[in-house]
Antibody, heavy 122, light 108 residues
Framework: QVQLVQSGAEVKEPGASVKVSCKAS????????INWVRQAPGQGLEWMGW????????NHAQKFQGRVTMTTDTSTTTTYMELRSLRSEDTAVYYC???????????????WGQGTLVIVSP | EIVLTQSPATLSLSPGERATLSCGAS???????LAWFQQKPGLAPRLLIY???SRETGIPDRFSGSGSGTDFTLTISRLEPEDFAVYYC?????????FGGGTKVEIK
């Protein structure tokens, strides 16, 4: 069965960086992109971007351009999301979600990781 | 960028009642890509509906989606106890994903 397992909670100081991992199993890793979505406490969902494990192509929300890097490691079927220059507003649960499309970004998020809480605090 | 506005913010209903959730787009959605997610406290969102009206595998048929242009609806025909949750609509277009602000369906 398809599973996405994310790394554990992180506490970071303002200005630092955080790198969250998402290990995929149960399907052919390179045939589906991975999206990253975050949710601030008590708030709604916010899409951050997408990466293709097939060729490394990425697509980011404009808000995060220049501050986020998404990478994949096909040998371990793991996707990473690094967010830099953290501020308190970045405190959120960060989710990875598989894109059901096999020909690039489709926007159909069919399987989700369990979420990783990132707290940004002095 | 298309902005999605969901209404109402909160819907107070009893089990067995019909729930109608609305999602309005700031401009006409040219593609059919409009999805609905359910989220329960402490859990990741769950895909219910994609392409406006297609049910994801395993989703009960009491959930249905409809709409076109700028107005979309998620209908839960008869609320079950496990349906009380927050629901989000989502659009994909111009290589960008956007979510609505959510509707909380709570027990009256």
């Amino acid at each position: 069965q398809v599973q996405l397992v994310q790394s554990g909670a992180e506490v970071k100081e303002p200005g630092a960086s955080v790198k969250v991992s998402c290990k995929a199993s149960g399907y052919t890793f390179t045939t589906h992109g991975i999206n990253w979505v975050r949710q601030a406490p008590g708030q709604g969902l916010e899409w951050m971007g997408w990466i293709s494990p097939h060729d490394g192509n990425t697509n980011h929300a404009q808000k995060f351009q220049g501050r986020v890097t998404m990478t994949t490691d096909t040998s371990t079927t793991t996707t990473y999301m690094e967010l830099r220059s953290l501020r308190s507003e970045d405190t959120a649960v960060y989710y990875c979600a598989r894109d059901s499309g096999t020909m690039g970004l489709s926007g159909d998020l069919d399987y989700w990781g369990q979420g990783t809480l990132v707290i940004v605090s002095p | 960028e298309i902005v999605l506005t969901q209404s109402p913010a909160t819907l107070s209903l009893s089990p067995g009642e019909r729930a109608t959730l609305s999602c309005g787009a700031s401009q006409s959605v040219s593609s059919t890509y409009l999805a609905w997610f359910q989220q329960k406290p402490g859990l990741a969102p769950r895909l219910l509906i994609y392409d406006v009206s297609s049910r994801e595998t395993g989703i009960p048929d009491r959930f249905s989606g409809s709409g076109s242009g700028t107005d979309f609806t998620l209908t839960i025909s008869r609320l079950e106890p496990e349906d009380f949750a927050v629901y989000y609509c989502q659009h994909f277009g111009n290589s960008q994903l956007t979510f609505g602000g959510g509707t909380k369906v709570e027990i009256k």
